[in-house]
């Protein structure tokens, strides 16, 4: 059976422009259970790990020192397939490339400011929440 949870990152530059609460109304309003929320810094050595898997590509250092230059909203959000039905509200990676009504349509300003991040297997869901929650910080639906 496909995953429940899915773990999510309101940007800095999201943050900055006061898009913390409509993004959270649309991920409401979409039917997703809020079971974790924290506002926090990221720092380089948390934002290097936390992006490795990208660290050849020519946007990483770009992409590390946005990720901590202002505060970011992390969370886990609950749903049946949660994964899946996140990406597809957040939209593609690319804003100029995102369906309409999707959030990164509606609050990305570029394919690197993309206002939000999200889980892309149910995996990576597992260790994303596992590194920024621990079990006294979740309030799940589906889970003790
Ligand atoms: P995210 O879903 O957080 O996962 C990796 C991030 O790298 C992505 O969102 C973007 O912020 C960034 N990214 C991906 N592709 C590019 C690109 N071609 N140029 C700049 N940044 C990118």
């Known amino acids: 059976m496909a995953g429940t949870k899915t773990f999510f990152i309101i940007k800095p530059g999201a943050v900055r422009h006061e898009h913390i609460g409509p993004i ?3 991920i409401n309003a979409n039917g997703f259970h809020i079971a974790a929320l924290k506002m926090l810094m990221l720092d380089r050595h948390h934002a290097e790990h936390f ?3 990208h660290r050849e590509k020519p946007f990483f250092e770009s992409l590390v020192t946005f990720m901590t230059g202002g505060p970011v ?3 886990i959000l609950e749903k049946e397939n949660a994964v899946a039905a996140y990406r597809k509200l ?3 990676t690319d804003p100029a490339k995102a369906a309409e009504g999707t959030i990164r349509r509606l609050f990305a300003e570029n394919i690197e400011r993309n206002a939000v991040h999200g ?3 149910d995996e990576n869901a597992d260790i ?3 590194f920024f929650f621990s079990k006294s910080e979740r309030f799940s639906k589906f889970e003790d």
Do not use: W
């Open 119 to 121: 889980s892309d297997s």
């Open 51 to 53: 992006y490795s898997v």
């Open 73 to 75: 909203v992390v969370g």
């Open 24 to 26: 959270l109304a649309k």
């Open 90 to 92: 957040m939209g593609a």
């Open 128 to 130: 994303e929440c596992d």
